[in-house]
């Protein structure tokens, strides 16, 4: 009886955890318009790309976020069902919790391989008028 509880236990424990998704796709799988990189707005960052899909269907792949005490990566996953349209993605890194990673710069891309690569940051906060 004390092994079916401790099985029944763990089984509830590990039914309500999920990990995240691995990367599984390399970023130079795809031909980009505009290749991932930070944009910094004033206090604001965000992560964005453009994926070049014209006259193909491309399978949209949303990216995922993982940390570490160091770095924040960004990865693509597995495909969803619908196409990329080629259409600019932008994505607030406040949404993921990672900006003070951006304000540190050490957000990167993340491959299958373990590849790492430094994401860019543009700054496009414009000077006040005057």
Known sequence: MKRWLKVLVASLGLAGCHSLPRPAVPLRYFDYIEPPHIVRRGAEYFLRYQ???RGRMVNFHPPHVRTTPAKAHYYFGV???ANDPGDVHERSLAR???TDYARRDAV????P???ETHLEIVDETR???R
């Open 51 to 53: 994926i070049d899909a």
């Open 79 to 81: 495909p969803v069902s």
């Open 96 to 98: 993921d919790g990672i």
């Open 108 to 111: 990167y891309w993340l491959d």
């Open 113 to 115: 391989n373990g590849t």
């Open 127 to 129: 000077p006040a008028n």
